[in-house]
Nanobody
Framework: VQLQASGGGLVQPGDSLRLSCVASGRISNDYPITWFRQFPGKEREFVAG??????YYSDPARGRFTISGDSAKNTVRLQMRNLKPQDTAVYYC????????????????????WGQGTLVTVSS
């Protein structure tokens, strides 16, 4: 499985941004595609996950971010709204060859496939 992440950039507080993760290779809607983010010097942090049409969010993301899947395009998107400076991070999409239960989807160590990071900077 190969993942290609895109969509990062520099925005102002309150702006919106949409990240995309295009998957190729052995793909099934049963396997999770999840967005993590990483702050400097910190471990990767769960943001939102998508599996079998179900969506999962971290507390900071819930209500502001929306994850969605487009099976025809093998793409999972993360629509981010009302961005804040504390959302500034490198965002990664990841997938697993396992049908991870929702609790394990939040652990970045459970994923073996990663896209390259895309930097999101929120600054005035």
């Amino acid at each position: 499985v190969q993942l290609q992440a895109s969509g990062g950039g520099l925005v102002q507080p309150g702006d919106s941004l949409r990240l995309s993760c295009v998957a190729s290779g052995r793909i099934s809607n049963d396997y999770p595609i999840t967005w993590f983010r990483q702050f400097p010097g910190k471990e990767r942090e769960f943001v939102a996950g998508y599996r079998s049409g179900m969506t999962y969010y971290s507390d900071p993301a819930r209500g502001r971010f929306t994850i969605s899947g487009d099976s025809a395009k093998n793409t999972v998107r993360l629509q981010m709204r009302n961005l804040k400076p504390q959302d500034t991070a490198v965002y990664y999409c990841a997938s697993s060859s396992l049908r991870l239960p929702s609790g394990l989807m939040r652990e970045w160590t459970r994923y073996e496939y990663w896209g390259q990071g895309t930097l999101v900077t929120v600054s005035s």
